[in-house]
């Protein structure tokens, strides 16, 4: 009788257990999908430097934007940015992660972030917000973006 007892508790124990990681996996979930929803909500938005509502925005702004909809607090600019959440690599890219950039030219050095959108055979693309074109989605396979990249982050654990 004891341990059929003790087998029910155990039983118990793994299947809550498991109710609770399931519950927290699809909270995740929904906010990856609410923070990359807020981001496209941002999509053809022209680039103002320094820039943080939708008549103009930066690309560390529009990462700010979008995580805060969801309840998370980052730093205000890419460089701060670069330094938040978990470092991630390449091979374990999933969407709602923001990609960093460092570009150079002529003595300057300037940071770059966006979102990671999507990861698959046909290519990984993330949305920023691009100094020439405003809020757009780019392929980060791109030689452009590809040759730049600088670290990824994940924010959503």
Not at 62 to 78: C, E, F, H, V
């Amino acid at each position: 009788m004891q341990k059929a007892g003790l087998s029910l508790i155990i039983l118990l124990f793994l299947t809550c257990g498991g109710a609770v990681a399931q519950k927290k996996q699809k909270k995740k979930q929904q906010s990856i999908t609410k923070v990359v929803q807020t981001a496209y909500s941002y999509k053809g938005t022209p680039y103002k430097y320094g820039g943080t509502s939708k008549s103009g925005i930066d690309c560390s702004a529009l990462m700010q934007n979008s995580y805060a909809r969801a309840g998370y607090k980052i730093p205000r600019t890419a460089k701060e940015q670069s330094k938040f959440g978990k470092k991630i690599g390449w091979s374990g890219l999933r969407k709602g992660d923001i990609v960093f950039f460092k570009f150079k030219s002529k003595r300057e050095k300037w940071y770059h972030s966006g979102m990671i959108t999507s990861v698959s055979k046909k290519g990984t693309y993330f949305i920023h917000a691009s100094t020439s074109k405003g809020v757009v989605v780019s392929n980060l396979n791109s030689d452009y973006y590809k040759k730049n990249v600088k670290a990824f982050r994940r924010v959503i654990k």
